[in-house]
T-cell receptor, first 114, second 111 residues
Framework: ETGVTQSPTHLIKTRGQQVTLRCSSQ?????VSWYQQALGQGPQFIFQ???????GRGNFPPRFSGLQFPNYSSELNVNALELDDSALYLC?????????????FGPGTRLTVT | GEDVEQSLFLSVREGDSSVINCTYT??????LYWYKQEPGAGLQLLTY?????DMKQDQRLTVLLNKKDKHLSLRIADTQTGDSAIYFC???????????FGTGTKLQVIP
């Protein structure tokens, strides 16, 4: 059983550009959540996908969007990057929606916007 | 809205017990969690407690929940240098897996 992986590890983008971050969930996990963790802060919930449909969203603007694929992979897309988007982006996979929500986190992608 | 607060820093000597505290505001919280984050790594779920429980013990970890005061604590017995990390308190409620995290407590273990 493989863990949750994310790519790339680090990324530097310019303000106004677009970025796609990728996540490979643990095998069999049909739910993936994405979080933004600014330096010195706790992770903030961006959105969640369940069986390829968005199932919930935090306080993030529409320029943050996602996709989930049948092969347990998913993407986080951010358009019109702003300096404040610089953060560690974490994905977490879990099995189904029933609690407790035992989420397995990937190591994250560190995004720097200049 | 939901809010989870923690103290920022805790320093303990190796072999002592560590107690990390957390308060939350959402009275509808169903599950409360403790996560550990080591440098350069993602978050690792340490333990969780259902909101109708007062205590849960798991090896060196003891979780205490005071639902009336919305206070959660994590006690680590016989703290080791490998326990040095940032510890996040988190809560979830509602029909989907939105987990609200605190700002984290950095635990420093002094040899």
């Amino acid at each position: 059983e493989t863990g949750v992986t994310q790519s790339p590890t680090h990324l530097i983008k310019t303000r106004g550009q677009q970025v796609t971050l990728r996540c490979s969930s643990q095998s069999g996990h049909n739910t993936v959540s994405w979080y933004q963790q600014a330096l010195g802060q706790g992770p903030q919930f961006i959105f969640q996908y369940y069986r390829e449909e968005e199932n919930g969203r935090g306080n993030f603007p529409p320029r943050f969007s996602g996709l989930q694929f049948p092969n347990y992979s998913s993407e986080l897309n951010v358009n019109a990057l702003e300096l404040d988007d610089s953060a560690l982006y974490l994905c977490a996979s879990s099995l189904d929606l029933a609690g407790p929500y035992e989420q397995y986190f990937g190591p994250g992608t560190r995004l720097t916007v200049t | 809205g939901e809010d989870v607060e923690q103290s920022l820093f805790l320093s303990v000597r190796e072999g002592d017990s560590s107690v990390i505290n957390c308060t939350y505001t959402d009275s509808s919280s169903t599950y409360l969690y403790w996560y550990k984050q080591e440098p350069g790594a993602g978050l690792q779920l340490l333990t969780y407690i259902f909101s109708n429980m007062d205590m849960k013990q798991d090896q060196r970890l003891t979780v205490l929940l005071n639902k009336k005061d919305k206070h959660l604590s994590l006690r680590i017995a016989d703290t080791q240098t490998g326990d040095s990390a940032i510890y996040f308190c988190a809560e979830s409620s509602g029909g989907y897996q939105k987990v609200t995290f605190g700002t984290g407590t950095k635990l420093q273990v002094i040899p």
